[in-house]
């Protein structure tokens, strides 16, 4: 199992308590970003560094994901395509994508574009929060506990 790590958009505030899991587990856990990110020395921590360009570190992920693997992303196309390869998804406020809920997730994003897109002002995503966080690093704990090993 590698965890990886949508790193273009994902909050400095969980870089942390991934950095912490990586190490405890003792999983790889890959940062893709199309910039160089900074990270503690750590055999547990990579980072991919991926030309500029639309969805480029998405479309790294998409091409690297084993079916064992964790995904860390917002990106609802991208979770998509690792659901479809087998991965688990994860998002940085700790709702877990599944197969169950990601057809509706498209669906809603779509609209959502669609409703941008004639004008209409959606508001936007809520800021991320401590609860945020204490969401995302329960919901890791639990599923790396129950990881094979």
Request: glycine residues 4%; charged residues 25%.
């Amino acid at each position: 199992m590698q965890i990886w790590v949508d790193a273009d958009a994902c909050p400095n505030a969980i870089k942390p308590v991934l950095y912490k899991a990586a190490e405890r587990c003792e999983i790889v856990c890959v940062f893709v970003a199309n910039v160089a990110i900074a990270l503690p020395n750590s055999k547990w921590l990579t980072r991919k560094v991926v030309p500029s360009g639309f969805d480029e570190a998405d479309l790294y992920i998409e091409q690297n994901v084993s079916k064992e693997d964790l995904v860390i992303t917002s990106d609802i196309p991208l979770a998509s395509d690792c659901i479809a390869r087998g991965a688990t998804v994860l998002t940085s406020k700790g709702e877990l994508f599944t197969l169950e809920n990601i057809k509706q997730k498209l669906a809603m994003r779509d609209f959502m574009d669609q409703m941008r897109s004639s004008g209409f002002d959606t508001g936007g995503s809520a800021p991320f929060s401590d609860k945020d966080k204490a969401n995302f690093a329960n919901t890791l704990d639990r599923l790396l506990a129950k990881r094979p090993k």
